[in-house]
């Protein structure tokens, strides 16, 4: 595995266990999109000879929308709707983006970031820290997203968003899980397991894919090019957190993930590198409060 010195990381290691994450950079950074979170970019994650975190993607473009790695958040926009063509609308994490003459907003899009707010991230043995500073207009708040070694195979992904502004802060915040498992190649001995009995309707009618009783079933291996996609994945009890299980059969790499925050439902997308599960958490954050949950990853070594 190599790595561009162009960009600048941080990493944390316990015993075999090490993480690499990106550092946000608005003229230099490994994620320049205005789609995900640039707190947290993943680089790699690795453990006992096993790589459950790397590129899954052929070309590489620091602007495309979904060039990034591992757990990786997207906040929904804020005030899209409540603005006209050349005023400034909110994604957390990202910055104060410029509304351009669009039918709808497209998180596909790369849209011009007019205030990227202020960056500060910090460093100790165990733990890196990110913090996202935005003042703009009625809009303003304090983001902080701390990434912990809880063990020597775990971790925890902490996040805390404080409202510092007068407009409400509300929507919300999902994480893109793309683990690549020891270059995972999706298919039957791909393992996908929930704590429930999981339900949902399939975009398009595939021949290749299925819900189990407790999970999700590939019949043959995806082809270069081919996905599948459910928008509606659910059936945990109501106001429950989540948790799964992602492996690979073949290397026995895998990683347990867990939040005890309700979530609304989740997305699954999977193409032949990568098959990533989407939970929904919803926050309603008004001046003064302070929203915070947690995620948690254990990796699965056999």
């Not at 063509?85 to 497209?106: Q, S, T, W």
């Not at 409202?163 to 270059?183: K, R």
């Not at 309603?284 to 995620?295: A, H, L, M, N």
Request: hydrophobic share 30%; charged share 25%.
């Amino acid at each position: 595995m190599s790595f561009d010195n162009r960009f600048e990381t941080v990493g944390l290691r316990k015993g075999d266990f090490s993480l690499t994450l990106c550092l946000p950079n608005e003229n230099a950074g490994y994620y320049r999109g205005t789609r995900f979170d640039r707190a947290g970019i993943f680089r790699d994650i690795q453990c006992k000879g096993h790589v459950y975190v790397d590129e899954w993607f052929d070309t590489y473009d620091p602007f495309r929308h979904d060039c990034v790695c591992g757990p990786v958040e997207e906040f929904t926009q804020i005030g899209y709707d409540d603005v006209p063509a050349g005023n400034c609308f909110l994604k957390i994490g990202v910055g104060m983006l410029r509304k351009p003459v669009e039918d709808h907003y497209d998180r596909f899009n790369l849209y011009e970031i007019a205030d990227p707010g202020e960056w500060r991230v910090t460093s100790s043995e165990n733990e890196i820290v990110f913090v996202h500073r935005l003042r703009y207009g009625n809009y303003g708040y304090d983001y902080v997203k701390k990434i912990t070694l809880t063990g020597t195979d775990s971790f925890r992904i902490s996040h805390s968003l404080s409202n510092e502004g007068s407009a409400l802060l509300s929507g919300s915040v999902y994480d893109h899980n793309f683990f690549t498992l020891d270059d995972m190649r999706v298919g039957p001995l791909t393992g996908i397991r929930f704590p429930f009995k999981p339900k949902g309707d399939w975009r398009t009618h595939y021949d290749c894919v299925s819900l189990s009783d407790d999970g999700i079933r590939f019949g043959r291996n995806l082809k270069k090019g081919e996905s599948v996609f459910m928008g509606n994945l659910h059936g945990q009890k109501e106001g429950d957190g989540y948790s799964f299980e992602l492996s690979n059969g073949i290397t026995g790499a895998g990683v347990d993930v867990g939040c005890p925050s309700p979530f609304k439902f989740m997305v699954f997308w999977a193409n032949c590198r990568a098959a990533c599960l989407e939970p929904y958490i919803p926050f309603r954050v008004c001046k003064g409060e302070t929203s915070e949950w947690d995620i948690t990853y254990k990796l699965i070594l056999t």
